[in-house]
């Protein structure tokens, strides 16, 4: 099956600055790559998400950027604020539309 | 629509006991998931039904869990018999279509004791 890798586990940044998240993934068959933000107590919810037929993709602060030769995807968000203070997941998704998750990145933003 | 809707929230039950987790997708949504959250294994697929058809079980951890979907607006994981390891938060999520967006319910934080 799938194999996602996420990176950083944590990341900390200064409200205002810029905030970066890696993934990589393994089925070249693989398609879909959506974003999930999961706040405490909370189920994951999609912010943004990217098909394999795009490179980019960008909705307000936040965008993310797809490299299919590379096999990696990246969620970057601008401008931070402390409401984005969360723990995000990237996924990915193919012909078994099931959805294999990365580890997650709890991210921290400091006012 | 409410969203998907999973219940109990809470469940604490002893080990050895039967446990049943219930779960409400949005309607009209074709596929629905089972999740286990752990902060050791993050997101892990547990089952994945079509069409209230299981297509792939092979996430479930063993034979004391099943998964049920009787019918396209109800489903149950069970565990029989439960024990302290299969403490965790249990997500239901539903999409519409294949590979198009998944919503979460607001899960199941199970503890064993």
């Known amino acids: 099956g799938e194999n996602v890798e996420q990176h950083p586990s944590t990341l900390s940044v200064q409200e205002g600055d810029s905030a970066v998240i890696k993934c990589t993934y393994s089925d070249s068959a693989s398609n879909y790559f959506p974003w999930y933000k999961q706040e405490l107590g909370k189920g994951p919810q999609l912010i943004i998400d990217i098909r394999s037929n795009v490179g980019e993709k960008k909705d307000q602060r936040i965008a993310v950027t797809l490299n299919k030769t590379a096999k990696h995807f990246s969620l970057h968000i601008t401008e931070t604020q402390p409401e984005d203070s969360a723990v995000y997941f990237c996924?990915?998704?193919?012909?078994?539309?099931?959805?294999?998750f990365g580890t997650g990145t709890s991210l921290t933003v400091i006012p | 629509d409410a969203g998907v809707i999973q219940s109990p929230r809470h469940e604490v039950t002893e080990m050895g006991q039967e446990v049943t987790l219930r779960c409400k997708p949005i309607?009209?949504?074709?596929?629905l998931f089972w999740y286990r959250q752990t902060m050791m294994r993050g997101l892990e697929l547990l089952i994945y039904?079509?069409?209230?058809?299981?297509?792939?079980d092979s996430g479930m951890p063993e034979d004391r869990f099943s998964a049920k979907m009787p019918n396209a607006s109800f489903s149950t994981l069970k565990i029989q018999p439960s024990e302290p390891r299969d403490s965790a938060v249990y997500f239901c999520a539903s999409s519409l279509y294949p590979n198009t967006e998944a919503f979460f319910g607001q899960g199941t934080r199970l503890t064993v004791v």
């Open positions: 039904f079509n069409n209230n058809v299981p297509i792939d």
């Open positions: 309607s009209g949504h074709n596929s």
């Open positions: 996924a990915a998704s193919g012909t078994g539309n099931q959805f294999y």
